[in-house]
């Protein structure tokens, strides 16, 4: 079995574990620049290393039968340069959003991404939105693979909406900074308002905007209709899911140019039957298919987010089939098993078809 050393931002449950811990046939070194990047404990393994504790990356590697290089950001690949230098090891890097911007990016980052095209051996973004973006720059196409993100089937399993009820509950997940539109959604829910006074609003994040978004809710008297959710146990967050009628991404281009990929939070809702109303913004409309299994509006566009959640609420019966679109779609193209599966063939590849060939004859 081969090994892949895996440098990510940090290690917690949001960075991405499985598609460093579970691709199939494949070892793996979780690496993190320092041990303050180590956040959650219940992760620490014998594999998980720190890139400045590595001395001799030629011995490192030997060690542990490392095969590929894989950084899971733009900025982590530029890092590893020396690395694949030292070693002559094949380096992947994944792009998942801000890092194909020049949001808050250092000085000279752009001369390294283009550095980092030119040096590194495969690129794996997570949309076509994104490989788009990084062709701009001058990322040889042939390097490209578009790898979408999986979601756990498993873990978050179908339940048919309710098309019958009376509820209105909607619900948005994810950090609080501008790319995710809360501040808009919040906006066009207060104009929702007047016409289905029951309405409830939840968003479940934390972050920078927090007190921004809680000025808001005051400026706009959303008052008990509104919840600011942060830092709630994984079982508070799973009861709100399940007693959701809508789930909302408003992501938006921020004012520094930061963008999303495809939010994981949108494929976890349509996977566990959740309707939902999102924009057009980035890889998204690569998930949700408009009036087919949701609906998408312009991103930054208050009005027209709020006619989206007013048609939703007045059209409960399209929900069953909204939502069996939506299960049908991420079963077929952001199953986290088949996902994790492509990743071991695009290593296989990497590494000149022998691996291919070896499990061929396996079967």
Sequence with gaps: MRTVMHLNLRVDPTQYVPQIRKVPDYDYIHLVRQPKYMIDMSLLNEKVHYLNEIYSPKKFVGKHDVGILHAHHAQLGMLLLPFKKKTELPLVTSIRGRDATLADQPVGYMDGAKKLFEEGDLFLPVCEYLAERIIDWGCPPEKIKVLYGGVDLEQFKFRPPDVIGNSQNILSMGRLVEKKGHHILMKAFDKVRENFP????????????????????????????????????????????????????????????????????????????????????????????????????????????????????????????????????????????????????????????????QKEEKK
């Excluded at 309405?199 to 008297?221: C, D, H, Y």
């Design 198 to 357: 029951k309405a409830t609003l939840t968003i479940i994040g934390g972050g920078v905007m927090e007190e921004e978004l809680r000025n808001l809710a005051k400026e706009l008297n959303l008052g008990d209709s509104f919840q600011l959710l942060n830092k709630i146990p994984k079982a508070l967050v799973q009861e709100k899911m399940q007693n959701a009628d809508l789930f909302v991404a408003a992501s938006m281009v921020a004012s520094n140019g930061d963008v999303e990929g495809i939010p994981n939070t949108v494929k976890e809702a349509m996977a566990t039957g959740l309707p939902v109303v999102s924009t057009t913004h980035a890889g998204i409309p690569e998930l949700v298919t408009n009036n087919k299994d949701g609906l998408l509006v312009e991103e930054n566009n208050v009005d027209e987010l709020a006619e989206a959640l007013e048609f939703m609420l007045l059209n409960r019966p399209l929900w069953e089939s909204y939502a069996l679109n939506a299960r049908d779609k991420v079963e077929r193209l952001f199953d986290q098993q088949k996902q994790l599966a492509e990743q071991a063939r695009i290593y296989d590849e990497l590494l000149g078809g022998e691996l291919i060939e």
